[in-house]
């Protein structure tokens, strides 16, 4: 969902808890909705974005992978390996930016969508050797 769409979201959602609380996943789901209508193109519900993002917040998830790559370097041994998966563009940022802040530089080993193909090909690559 475009950021566009945040404060006008964000305005729906302020309205309807003036007008009740809003106690379940479906009636946020129904008030996002209709802030911001689904386009034929689009792939996914115009909730799962806010879903996500009050997930990422209330669960500290970005501070919790900071913490964690902080954790990770004094762990690590002279020489040693850091291998860090991200699952979304804030993750990558992170991560990126610590890699590039300590080592002035970041590797990228490769991304792949779709886990079940890279799967495949690491199975096809394990019976061929």
């Known amino acids: 969902m475009a ?3 945040a404060g006008r979201i964000a305005r729906a959602i302020e309205q309807a808890r ?13 008030i996002v909705s209709n802030a911001a209508p689904r386009k034929m193109t689009d792939r996914i519900h115009p909730a799962t ?10 669960n500290d998830e970005l501070g919790q992978l900071a913490s964690a790559l902080l954790a990770a370097e004094k762990a690590l041994k002279p020489g040693g390996r850091l ?23 970041v590797q990228v080993l490769g991304i792949c969508r779709k886990l079940k193909c890279q799967m495949q090909a690491l199975s096809n690559w394990a019976k061929s050797q």
């Open 83 to 105: 291998v860090v998966v991200t699952f979304h563009s804030l993750e990558d940022r992170i991560v990126k930016k610590f890699f590039t802040d300590r080592f002035g530089r």
């Open 49 to 58: 974005r806010v879903f996500q993002a009050l997930r990422i917040y209330i």
């Open 3 to 5: 950021k566009k769409k």
């Open 18 to 30: 003036l007008e009740e609380p809003i106690t379940t996943t479906g009636q946020l789901a129904k």
